[in-house]
C-alpha cells in the first residue's frame, strides 16, 4: 500500500493537499484500489494502465447516470475507448434475473467481446449486477467498479463477491469474481441521499467493531463534513476488507467475519420486504449480536456502549420489533447455514470479533439474548 499527498490543483478539493491512496488486493489475480477524489473523471486513463480495451459497456442506474455518467464518458472517450450504456431503475430489485438476462443481451448485442469490460459505476446493486454479469459473459470477462455510496466504497466493490437475488434470498446466485480495478471517488459521496450514507457508515462500523478498533475512535472524533478524515476513513475500511479477503478469496474461513450482524440483518431484511434498508438492518444486527455476546460472557458492557453511541451519532436505528423465533426463522434461510450448524459472529471487545460454529437449535436463544433489554 503506498499513500501519496500532493498539491491540490486549481479545481481540487481539501486543504490545500489532495488525499490519494493506492491499495494493492492481492487475490488470484491482483488488482488495484485507487483512492482519490474526481478519480472517476480519469477513468479512460486508468483502464488502459491495466487492460488494452476498445469497447466498454458502461452499467449504471438512472440516478447515478444523471450525475456521473457524462463525466466517466467523456474520460472513456478521450482515451479512444468506445461507450455502450445500460441503465438500471435504482433500488435492490433490479438486483433481478431479468436484468442479468436483459445485460447478457446487450453484450451480445454490442458485440463486446473477452478483450473489451464491463464498468459497474453506481452502488452495490449495480456492481453486483454488472460483476455477476462479467464473471459469466463468455464465461468472463473483465470489470471495472467505480463505486458512488459509501457502502459500495467501503465493501460491496472490494472482494470480488457478485450476485443477483432470487425469490427466495439475496444474493442467492452468484460467482467470485474479482475486478480488475477499482476506482473509488470519494467526491461523488456529495451528492448521495442523507439515508444512503447513513446506511454505508453501518458497514464502516462493522470493520471497527471486527477488526480495526482505531476506526471507532476516528468514527467518534469524525465531524461530518470533514472530507479529508472521511477518504482516510474509507482507506483504512477498504484496507481492512483488503486484508480479509487477501487471507481468503473464496470465504470459506476468516472472510465471515465481514458478517458479523449480518445474520439477524438478513432475517430483518426478508421480513420487512426490504423496507428497512440493508444499513439498518446491519445496525440492529451488530447490536443484537454485541449485546448477546454480553450476556454470555464474552465481552464487557462497555463495547455495546460505544456502539451505540455511534449509531446514535449517524442517525442509525439500534432495534427491531421481530422476535428472536422470527430472525431464527428468517437466518437459517440465509446460504451460510451447513446441515445442522450455523457460522455466527460473536464480539469479544471492540475491534475482536470472532467466528462461532452453533446449533441451529441456540440461534433463536442467541437472539433472544441480543434483543432483551
Ligand atoms: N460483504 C461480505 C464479503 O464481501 O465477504
Same mark, same amino acid.
Given at each position: ?50 487492460a ?23 474520460? #472513456? ?6 461507450v ?10 433490479s ?5 442479468l ?8 448485442? !454490442? ?28 464465461r468472463?470477462?473483465?470489470?471495472v467498479?467505480?463505486?458512488?455510496? #459509501? ?29 480488475? #480495478? ?25 470493520y ?9 475512535d ?17 482507506s ?17 474461513g ?43 460472557? #464474552? ?12 449509531l ?6 439500534? !432495534? ?32 475482536d ?12 436463544k ?8
Open positions: 500500500m503506498t499513500s501519496v499527498f500532493y498539491p491540490q490543483a486549481a479545481d481540487g478539493f481539501g486543504k490545500g493537499f489532495l488525499f490519494m491512496r493506492r491499495i494493492e488486493v492481492k487475490t488470484g489475480k491482483p488488482y488495484e484500489i485507487l483512492v482519490e477524489r474526481s478519480i472517476s473523471g480519469r477513468v479512460g486513463a486508468e483502464l488502459l494502465k491495466v488494452s480495451v476498445k469497447r466498454v459497456m458502461v452499467v449504471t442506474d438512472k440516478t447515478v447516470e444523471g450525475l456521473y455518467f457524462e463525466r466517466v464518458k467523456n474520460s #472513456l472517450i478521450a482515451s479512444g475507448i468506445e455502450c450504456e445500460f441503465v438500471i431503475a435504482p433500488g435492490e430489485r438486483k433481478s434475473t431479468e436484468n438476462v436483459r445485460l447478457w443481451e446487450a453484450l451480445a448485442e !454490442s458485440e463486446i467481446t473477452r478483450s473489451d469490460a464491463i464498468i459497474a459505476l453506481g452502488g452495490g446493486v449495480v456492481g453486483d449486477l454488472a460483476g455477476f454479469a462479467a464473471s459469466t459473459f463468455l468472463g470477462i473483465k470489470y467498479q467505480i463505486p458512488t455510496t #459509501l457502502l459500495a466504497m467501503t465493501d460491496s466493490s472490494v472482494g470480488g463477491k457478485t450476485a443477483v437475488d432470487l425469490k427466495a434470498g439475496k444474493n442467492l446466485a452468484g460467482a467470485f469474481h474479482q475486478p480488475c #480495478l477499482v476506482l473509488c471517488d470519494p467526491e461523488t459521496l456529495g451528492t448521495l441521499p442523507r439515508e444512503h450514507m447513513r446506511d454505508g457508515m453501518a458497514e464502516v462500523i462493522k471497527g467493531m471486527i477488526n480495526r478498533p482505531e476506526i471507532i476516528k468514527l467518534y472524533a469524525y465531524t461530518p463534513g470533514d472530507k479529508d478524515a472521511l477518504d482516510e476513513i474509507i483504512m475500511c477498504i484496507e481492512d476488507k483488503r486484508d480479509v479477503v487477501s487471507g481468503d478469496e473464496f470465504d470459506t476468516i472472510r465471515a467475519l465481514l458478517n458479523f450482524g449480518h445474520t439477524p440483518a438478513h432475517a430483518i431484511e426478508l421480513g420487512s420486504n426490504y423496507e428497512i434498508t440493508h444499513g439498518s438492518a446491519v445496525a440492529i444486527g451488530m447490536v443484537i449480536m454485541t449485546r448477546a455476546s454480553v450476556k454470555m460472557g #464474552l465481552c464487557k458492557e462497555n463495547a455495546l456502549d460505544k456502539l451505540l453511541g455511534l446514535d451519532k449517524f442517525g442509525l436505528p439500534s !432495534s427491531c420489533s421481530y422476535s428472536a423465533k422470527t430472525l431464527a426463522q428468517g437466518a437459517l434461510g440465509d446460504k451460510k447455514r451447513t446441515g445442522d450448524t450455523i457460522s455466527v459472529i460473536m464480539e469479544y471487545g471492540i475491534g470479533a470472532r467466528i462461532c460454529k452453533v446449533k441451529v437449535s441456540e440461534l433463536e442467541i437472539f433472544e439474548k441480543g434483543l432483551e433489554k
